[in-house]
């Protein structure tokens, strides 16, 4: 069994750390950090989560440091991967909406897996953790939404309401 602690671990890591980072990048006068191929910084990040949470892989980790060091290190790496597209440039609104609603219930699936095999607390907590996926996937969509809005208002307003 896993525990709920352990979860958490990984998701502060791979869904706060990493986002974090990312900003910084901007936020110390960096360049934005730009990827070439969003779908594979999706790919490899949920596919860490699947690999990591539903094969030996984790209750190896357990007992051996190193391993349990690099579970870490790749859970911030394919984190601060994912979020490139979703906080740096590339991507508009549109692909983030879509990368972000794509991927919580590609992550949320592991959660329920971990619930089905009978580890109730730990299922729970990875579901949690997704928690914001699914924010910034309704805050970017919001945005463009409302982007949307006003500018098919300034168009109404500049060349009349279309019949």
Do not use: C
Request: charged residues 10%; glycine residues 8%; proline residues 7%.
């Amino acid at each position: 069994m896993l525990t709920a602690g352990h979860m958490v671990e990984h998701s502060l890591l791979a869904m706060v750390v990493a986002p974090m980072t990312v900003l910084a990048w901007t936020a110390l006068g960096l360049p934005r950090p730009r990827l070439a191929r969003p779908a594979l910084a999706w790919s490899a990040f949920v596919i860490a989560q699947w690999v990591f949470h539903l094969t030996p892989l984790l209750e190896q980790s357990h007992g051996n440091p190193v391993l349990h060091a690099a579970e870490h290190v790749a859970f911030f790496a394919v984190g601060v991967w994912f979020w490139i597209p979703v906080l740096g440039a590339g991507l508009g609104d549109p692909g983030r909406s879509l990368y972000l609603f794509l991927a919580a219930p590609a992550v949320d699936l592991v959660g329920a897996a971990l619930m089905v095999r009978g580890d109730k607390a730990a299922g729970v907590a990875m579901l949690a953790g997704t928690l914001p996926i699914v924010i910034a996937a309704v805050a970017i969509t919001w945005r463009w939404l409302a982007r949307e809005e006003r500018h098919a208002t300034l168009l109404e307003r500049t060349h009349g309401a279309p019949r």
